[in-house]
């Protein structure tokens, strides 16, 4: 059975950093492309990274640029988001999904994708 779990949501003051962990049990990665989403309360999920199943194409919702790298281990089944200069704004719960239909990044990051976690809570403030 797929499944993704997240990890490394927590508290941060603003301008500090965090990294996000996505574990793959179930299927092979390496085979997938992978997202990173998020939503706040009474806001609307966003698209905040996405890396292909190569590594070879990465893209950043535009408020993440900059501030956002997303990497892959494949032989670890693991997708990373590290963030930085993280502000209040940046609060939400983040999901990280996974697909293997072969869209676009931009497609991905904007429709979503097939399979979820359940997210992990980062709260950004003093």
């Known amino acids: 059975q797929l499944q993704l779990v997240e990890s490394g949501g927590g508290l941060v003051q603003p301008g500090g950093s965090l990294r996000l962990s996505c574990a793959a049990s179930?299927?092979?990665?390496?085979?997938?492309?992978i997202g990173w989403f998020r939503q706040a309360p009474g806001k609307e999920r966003e698209g905040v990274s996405y890396?292909?199943?190569?590594?070879?194409?990465?893209l950043y919702g535009g408020f993440m640029k900059g501030r956002a790298t997303i990497s892959r281990d494949n032989a670890k089944n693991t997708v990373y988001l590290q963030m930085n200069s993280l502000q209040p704004e940046d609060t939400a719960v983040y999901y990280c999904?996974?697909?293997?239909?072969?869209?676009?990044?931009?497609?991905?990051?904007?429709?979503?994708?097939?399979?979820w976690g359940k997210g992990t809570l980062v709260t950004v403030s003093s």
């Open positions: 179930g299927f092979t990665l390496a085979t997938y492309d």
């Open positions: 890396i292909s199943s190569s590594g070879s194409s990465i």
């Open positions: 999904a996974a697909d293997s239909r072969g869209y676009s990044g931009s497609y991905y990051l904007r429709a979503g994708m097939e399979n």
